[in-house]
């Protein structure tokens, strides 16, 4: 008769009813952004942002070996952490790969540019303008095309080219995945 109940009560609608509900997309803060940067956002839909110049370490490559080369920079170095990450991406084919990594500063008065060691170059980027896709949950290779397909038709309708493309990652493990906010971006060519 227990089974009976349960089984009841998890066919019921309102049961059903509240699985179906899909959850609001909305950024989870774990770091401060840098200096004057736009917050994410907002999400499933193609926006224009312009950044202003900021200091960023940048490793080859885009994976966890880069991650930790990053981190191991900023703790010896006594940078705080910031989000998000940006990872430059490039056409291999039909999908985009990530080339390098980069864990921005929070503005250009900390830290110095030039090398650390041969794995590090902390540089100053322009301030740029760019279209920009954000979505919540994973960075999948499907979520990438559903972006870079969003970011190509408005890049087409604008009648220019992307300079480059970056993805920016706002959050770590402390987050549940599926609340991991992602923005891909187009960088507009500069006048």
Request: aromatic content about 8%; hydrophobic content about 35%; some cysteine.
């Amino acid at each position: 008769m227990k089974r009976f109940l349960a089984l009841i009560l998890l066919a019921s609608p309102s049961c059903v009813a509240e699985t179906a509900v899909a959850e609001k997309a909305a950024y989870v803060s774990e770091a401060p952004l840098p200096k004057e940067w736009p917050a994410p956002g907002p999400y499933n839909q193609v926006t224009e942002k312009t950044y202003p110049t900021y200091r960023a370490a940048i490793t080859k490559g885009g994976g966890g070996f880069s991650f930790w080369t990053l981190f191991s920079h900023i703790k010896k170095k006594d940078i705080p952490m910031t989000a998000p990450v940006e990872m430059k991406m490039e056409n291999k084919g039909d999908k985009l790969e990530k080339v390098n990594m980069a864990f921005l500063y929070q503005d250009t008065g900390v830290g110095t540019t030039g090398a650390d060691g041969k794995k590090i170059e902390v540089k100053d980027i322009k301030t740029s303008k760019v279209l920009s896709y954000t979505w919540m949950g994973n960075d999948s290779n499907a979520q990438l095309k559903i972006a870079k397909e969003a970011l190509d038709a408005a890049l087409k309708e604008k009648g220019v080219e992307a300079a480059s493309y970056r993805m920016l990652g706002y959050n770590g493990p402390g987050t549940p995945r599926k609340k991991h906010t992602y923005e891909l971006q187009a960088i507009l060519p500069s006048k």
